[in-house]
Structure formats: C-alpha cells, structure tokens
C-alpha cells in the first residue's frame, strides 16, 4: 500500500460515506464544484491501473456533493483495454471496502431508441452484457438488478427522465449497423462498452446500484455521421447538467 493510498482510505473511512459514483468518457465536469477533501491516482490504488482512454482522468476524490460525503472515480478502465475483469471491477470492490451503500456508474452511450438524442442522460433499468459470442443467444434475458426504490424515486421526478435498457459489448470497435438493427429489435435502447459488469460486481457485494447513459450520438447506421470518441467527448458535455440533476436526486 503507498503512502498515498493509506492517506486517503485513512481520509474516506474518517465518517460515513453515502455514495461512489463513477464517471464515464467525457463525465469528469459532472463533479466540478464539488469540494474536494482527498484524492488519490488509480497508480497508487493497489490492483488498479491507469486509464488509456480520452477523457479518463484516472483519479479517485472524496469528495462533498452537497452534505453528503461521497467518492468519485474520474474516469475506468475497460475490458477492450486488455484488462482483467478483476481489474475493471477493482473500484467496485474498493467502494464496498470502504463501506458505501450505493454504487453509481455513469457512462456515454449510442442511442438506439429514436426518442433519444445527443446530450439526453437515460437511467437505465435493465442490461445485457454482451461480451462473448454465447451472449448474444440471450438477448431475450436481460438483466434486472437496478434499485428498484431508487429507479421509482427518480420516476417521479419533473420532468421525467428517459428509462431504459443499455447493452454493453466488448469495443473498441463501434458497432456495426447489422449489430444494431439486432440489438434494437431486442429492446435494447443504447448501447456502449462499460458498466454491465460494474453494476453486476457491485450487486454481488450488496451494494444499492443504478446507472446512467448521457447519449452522445446515434449509434452505427442511425445517422449519416461517422463515430468518433472525439464526438463522443464533446457531446458528453451536453448531458452534464441532466446528469447532476438524477444524482442529485438519488443522493439527497
């Protein structure tokens, strides 16, 4: 363990904590503002490496939102990354060390359904995880482990935000329009390369878990447009604003 590492899990046990809440590409202003009471580089987390990928800072805080003493995680590594799946689950794991309730994963995703657009934020109710080939034989049986007090919560609120369900796939290719027309006439409502087994690992380990999607484009054969991360990072800020608004009200 480094020293930085024993400093800040020495900071974040110091008082309950109420939440983590893990941001994906092109996420990382969604806790700008908040004060920062300790933070520590995913170097020095012992299991943990580094993130490859734009728009990952690689950097865990706590933090304030609020009153509510919570972590955040700038940022994840991916299985595309040749990671481990021990090592794409190493936060969630760390989180439940330290003790935290509830698990929130956000992340940027490809729209499927027509009535979603770049910059809407989608709380997602159901998955697939569609890592392997044999994955894709049950696309009729997708995951339900989302807080079900937590997703009503946010049902109620005014205006109502998108629900629905999110496929993650292997990456770092972007899907293909073939994959897409599948995924959709499946019910599958966005689509991205993170968080089914996140969400999975921190259900396992009792952890309340929702999850978010800022969409920031049509996925592959929906529009004229080429896919790009660099779109994918400069949509995301779009989102921003939608996305504090649901942590907001899970949090408070």
């Known amino acids: 363990m480094t020293p930085a590492f024993a400093e800040f899990v020495n900071a974040a046990g110091a008082q309950p904590l109420r939440a983590a809440l893990v941001l994906g590409s092109g996420l990382g202003a969604v806790a700008d503002g908040c004060e920062i009471l300790a933070s520590v580089g995913y170097g020095d987390i012992p299991g943990m490496a580094p993130p490859t990928v734009a728009g990952h800072r690689g950097?865990?805080?706590?933090?304030?939102w609020g009153s509510r003493r919570i972590l955040v995680a700038h940022g994840?590594?991916?299985?595309?990354?040749?990671?481990?799946?021990?090592?794409?689950?190493?936060?969630?794991?760390?989180?439940?060390?330290?003790?935290?309730?509830?698990?929130?994963?956000?992340?940027?995703?490809?729209?499927?359904?027509?009535?979603?657009?770049?910059?809407?934020?989608?709380?997602?109710?159901?998955?697939?995880?569609?890592?392997?080939?044999?994955?894709?034989?049950k696309l009729d049986q997708p995951t339900r482990m989302y807080s079900e007090a937590s997703l009503d919560r946010l049902r109620r609120l005014s205006p109502a935000p998108h629900?629905?369900?999110?496929?993650?796939?292997?990456?770092?290719?972007?899907?293909?329009p073939a994959e897409i027309r599948s995924l959709a006439a499946c019910g599958v409502d966005a689509v991205g390369m993170s968080t089914a087994v996140e969400a999975e690992a921190g259900a396992a380990l009792d952890l309340e878990v929702l999850a978010f999607s800022c969409i920031t484009n049509k996925a592959a054969g929906l529009s004229a447009d080429a896919l790009s991360h660099k779109e994918v990072e400069a949509n995301a800020k779009l989102g921003i604003a939608g996305m504090r608004r649901l942590i907001s009200a899970v949090l408070e």
Do not use: Q
Request: aromatic fraction near 10%; hydrophobic fraction near 40%; include cysteine.
């Open 59 to 64: 950097r865990l805080d706590l933090v304030l």
């Open 76 to 137: 994840r590594v991916h299985f595309y990354e040749g990671h481990s799946i021990e090592r794409v689950t190493r936060l969630v794991c760390l989180f439940a060390e330290l003790e935290c309730p509830t698990l929130i994963l956000t992340n940027a995703a490809g729209g499927l359904h027509s009535s979603l657009n770049p910059g809407d934020v989608m709380v997602i109710d159901r998955h697939w995880k569609l890592l392997d080939s044999g994955d894709w034989k």
């Open 163 to 176: 629900f629905g369900g999110y496929a993650a796939l292997t990456g770092p290719c972007y899907e293909t």
